[in-house]
């Protein structure tokens, strides 16, 4: 396989398994109807349907990376860091992810019993429903909920105004430490990626103490195209994986057909001048 920047490359989006909508074989055969070459499923803090998306994707003749999205909280804030080429089986990111997962059950009934004192009951329950599984329940799966009731059009009017700091049904909670996420990822034989930069809410000093850190402790690649960047934030962050040194990723980060804002297998190519992350698995 080519190693070449317009290989289409989808390294990130999401399952039933976490919080997007569509089974790992569903997303397979979308991915593959859209001309995606290369494709990894990151569920969030969990690896459960890796090995029925490379079975899909083998089925369908589609190149797969094994693949992870670990929620770490860093300076007050959670940011996430993608796991590429990973063994799915290795006992320490197991071990790690099931710690990560641990505390959600708690979070959510405290967002819920924050959401009731403004006057919408029984989020637990319908959260839930949406989630499957306490384990797995995240502010995504409230989102959901509170769209199904009316109180917000769709998932980017919740988070506007609902389950973000300062509103109503936040609450913080304490993910994995950089350094461990790194390490488990680095364990289990994979690169740890940098997801959607352009997301964090810090300051150029905080970011670039993140970059500096990561790569200190064996961090590689960060996202420049993917699905939360704009135009204009593809040409920032290319610029800061060339400044730091870091391979680059792209991905769709998707969820759903309805709430995400791009396609699998629809981004821009990767800048011809990057390197791409995915030279080190093929």
Same mark, same amino acid.
């Given at each position: ?25 569903? @997303? ?20 459960? +349907? ?8 083998s089925? @369908?003749?589609?190149?797969? =990376? ?14 996430h ?8 089986t ?22 819920a019993?924050?959401?009731?004192? =403004? ?13 499957g ?14 769209? &199904?009731?009316? =109180? ?12 973000? &700091?300062?509103?109503? +049904?936040?609450?913080?909670? $304490? ?26 809410? $810090? ?20 996202? =420049? ?6 135009p204009?934030?593809y ?8 400044? %730091? ?11 759903? !057909?309805?709430?995400? %804002? ?5 981004? !821009?190519?990767?800048? &011809?001048h $990057? ?8």
């Amino acid at each position: 396989m080519t190693s070449h920047s317009s290989l289409n490359a989808d390294l990130h989006c999401h399952s039933v398994v976490s919080d997007g909508t569509l089974t790992p074989e569903q @997303l397979a055969e979308r991915a593959h109807g859209n001309g995606v070459q290369l494709w990894a499923l990151t569920d969030h803090d969990e690896l459960g +349907g890796q090995e029925r998306a490379r079975i899909a994707a083998s089925l @369908l003749g589609m190149d797969y =990376v094994s693949g992870v999205e670990i929620s770490v909280s860093w300076m007050g804030q959670t940011i996430h860091i993608v796991g590429l080429g990973i063994d799915a089986t290795h006992a320490g990111i197991l071990e790690g992810l099931r710690r990560t997962r641990d505390g959600r059950g708690n979070r959510a009934k405290m967002m819920a019993e924050q959401l009731s004192k =403004v006057g919408i009951a029984g989020a637990y329950e319908g959260a839930l429903h949406f989630a499957g599984n306490h384990d797995l329940i995240s502010r995504t799966h409230f989102a959901r909920f509170l769209v &199904e009731q009316g =109180v917000c059009r769709d998932t980017d009017h919740v988070f506007k105004n609902y389950l973000v &700091e300062d509103k109503p +049904g936040y609450v913080p909670h $304490l993910w994995a430490s950089l350094d461990d996420a790194v390490a488990w990822i680095k364990g289990a034989g994979g690169a740890a990626v940098i997801a959607h930069p352009g997301r964090y809410k $810090l300051s150029a000093m905080q970011m670039d103490e993140l970059y500096k850190h990561f790569k200190d402790i064996g961090g590689i690649a960060i996202e =420049v195209i993917t699905g939360s960047h704009s135009p204009n934030q593809y040409q920032t962050y290319g610029k800061i994986a060339q400044h %730091y040194g870091f391979l680059a990723s792209r991905g769709s980060d998707f969820h759903d !057909p309805e709430e995400s %804002y791009i396609d699998l297998g629809t981004l !821009p190519h990767l800048p &011809e001048h $990057l390197t791409p992350v995915w030279t080190l698995f093929h």
